[in-house]
């Protein structure tokens, strides 16, 4: 069992040479690691253990998505699933929200998460009850898979709990699945840990070793509350209703709830776009009516209408309203229709095809090098951009903009290359073709300072994983 002592006070844990990851507001951590060498043993441990940092996830999640809105959340917390599971003497320690895509399930986990966290060590440095989350994101290799989220979820607790450290000095193979469960396991029988609120984003997106996740979840913890959210998914559901301590919170059977909080976020988004296009009141009107009437309860819907209508000359709205559809399928089957119309179709089905099955998110200068393309970045976010509105960039990387959005695209691009192998040996021709030309290049330039592979991160790692599934 492990052992809290407190002898100095920590204002940051230090986590890279260059940031240091302030804790709470002003949070103090109190432990016994005080001299020179246990800061740097400490913060050698925490960079061996940090993959990702959940607070900047849940940061960039609410910077893209753009509708945190409180008002979209509050009512969730007031729910009879939610007040029985946040309920300290009840014996439910498990609550899964279920849903359909754009349901807003990860916004949801965000508000709960900031309502959480003041109550917790994340946030008052005397509370006695610690609070760990994971955001899952399946198109990312290191935010999807069982490891990821353990370490996810232990990097936080650690955060909080310094006397965790020597949990890590056990030499922990943090690439194997196995002792990283194993270690997971160990921490959160320790009675000393106390109470932990544990939340887990998008599981149905965990693409590996979710059987393990599952388990520790319908386990019986007193002092553990585990959170999750996914899309309707049988496996999941078939695993976690085995057990007696699992609440359901249905979004499908909240209907008016979830309705009234995308309501919320109709306001919030007419409202912005009258500001910007000036709109006079009976169009601002119109919109807000058209959004409230089609939205079915769906702020990944009115999310895009919007994003639409935003593009649109201020006199083209009203024409538009009329085009748009009914649903987020019918809104996907829309912008491929629109994609297949343009002057660069086969361009755009080219990029959609490389960019949806990708192991992982590419970078600018990875797509651009195994495309060949002729285009500077400018250019390239520009083509981005005309994608129909099914991919997005963030820090000079390539993502959709949902999963469905992927999903959607993969099934169109794949009916596009008839069958599954030619797929993966146009990918395995490019690779190669991509390697063969940066290292002539690099050998007609001799450049002692070129690295040829600089912009082929991507090639070396998952050529054979392409090559494989052809």
């Known amino acids: 069992m492990m052992e809290c002592n407190s002898s100095i006070i920590v204002q940051s844990l230090i986590t890279s040479d260059t940031s240091r990851v302030q804790v709470g507001n002003s949070y103090n951590i109190k432990h016994n690691y005080h001299t020179n060498t246990d800061q740097e043993e400490t913060k050698k441990l925490l960079e061996a253990l940090r993959s990702t940092d959940p607070r900047h996830d849940k940061i960039e999640i609410e910077?893209?998505?753009?509708?945190?809105?409180?008002?979209?959340?509050?009512?969730?917390?007031?729910?009879?699933?939610?007040?029985?599971?946040?309920?300290?003497?009840?014996?439910?320690?498990?609550?899964?929200?279920?849903?359909?895509?754009?349901?807003?399930?990860?916004?949801?986990?965000?508000?709960?998460?900031?309502?959480?966290?003041?109550?917790?060590?994340?946030?008052?440095?005397?509370?006695?009850?610690?609070?760990?989350?994971?955001?899952?994101?399946?198109?990312?290799?290191?935010?999807?898979?069982?490891?990821?989220?353990?370490?996810?979820?232990?990097?936080?607790?650690?955060?909080?709990?310094?006397c965790l450290l020597s949990y890590l000095r056990a030499n922990v193979h943090w690439d194997s699945r196995v002792a990283v469960e194993g270690l997971f396991r160990n921490i959160l029988a320790d009675p000393a840990l106390g109470e932990v609120y544990l939340i887990v984003d998008a599981l149905d997106e965990c693409l590996e070793g979710l059987e393990f996740l599952l388990a520790i979840m319908s386990s019986s913890m007193p002092r553990i509350k585990w959170l999750i959210s996914s899309r309707n998914r049988r496996a999941i559901e078939e695993r976690i209703e085995q057990s007696s301590s699992t609440l359901v919170l249905s979004l499908e059977l909240n209907e008016g709830s979830v309705s009234k909080a995308v309501r919320y976020f109709i306001d919030y988004r007419t409202h912005g776009l009258t500001k910007i296009k000036r709109l006079r009141s009976e169009v601002a009107e119109q919109v807000h009516q058209h959004l409230v009437q089609h939205a079915a309860g769906t702020f990944l819907w009115v999310g895009f209408v919007c994003q639409r209508l935003e593009r649109c000359q201020a006199w083209e709205i009203s024409k538009q309203l009329s085009r748009s559809p009914e649903s987020l399928t019918e809104l996907y089957k829309r912008m491929?229709?629109?994609?297949?119309?343009?002057?660069?179709?086969?361009?755009?089905?080219?990029?959609?095809?490389?960019?949806?099955?990708?192991a992982r998110p590419l970078t600018f200068s990875e797509l651009l090098a195994m495309e060949r393309l002729e285009l500077d970045e400018e250019t390239l976010c520009d083509l981005i951009g005309e994608c129909g509105s099914f991919l997005t960039t963030r820090d000079r990387t390539i993502v959709f903009i949902h999963e469905s959005a992927k999903n959607f695209a993969l099934k169109e691009t794949r009916l596009l290359l008839l069958q599954f192998g030619l797929?993966?040996?146009?990918?395995?021709?490019?690779?190669?073709?991509?390697?063969?030309?940066?290292?002539?290049?690099?050998?007609?330039?001799?450049?002692?300072?070129?690295?040829?592979?600089?912009?082929?991160?991507?090639?070396?790692?998952?050529?054979?994983?392409?090559?494989?599934e052809a």
Not at 74 to 85: C, K, V, Y
Request: proline share 5%.
């Open 336 to 358: 491929m229709d629109q994609i297949r119309t343009s002057d660069s179709y086969e361009l755009y089905i080219r990029l959609l095809t490389v960019v949806s099955n990708a």
């Open 63 to 162: 910077q893209t998505k753009n509708y945190l809105l409180k008002e979209s959340y509050m009512w969730i917390l007031e729910n009879p699933e939610f007040l029985a599971w946040r309920d300290k003497t009840h014996e439910n320690n498990l609550l899964w929200i279920r849903g359909d895509p754009g349901k807003g399930k990860t916004m949801l986990l965000c508000g709960i998460i900031d309502e959480i966290i003041p109550s917790t060590r994340l946030g008052n440095p005397d509370s006695h009850t610690s609070l760990s989350y994971f955001f899952c994101q399946a198109t990312k290799p290191y935010l999807n898979n069982t490891t990821a989220v353990i370490r996810g979820l232990i990097y936080l607790l650690v955060v909080q709990q310094p």
């Open 423 to 468: 797929l993966h040996r146009y990918y395995v021709r490019r690779v190669w073709f991509a390697l063969s030309w940066s290292l002539l290049e690099s050998f007609i330039s001799n450049r002692p300072d070129a690295d040829p592979l600089d912009s082929l991160a991507y090639e070396p790692v998952f050529w054979a994983d392409h090559e494989r």
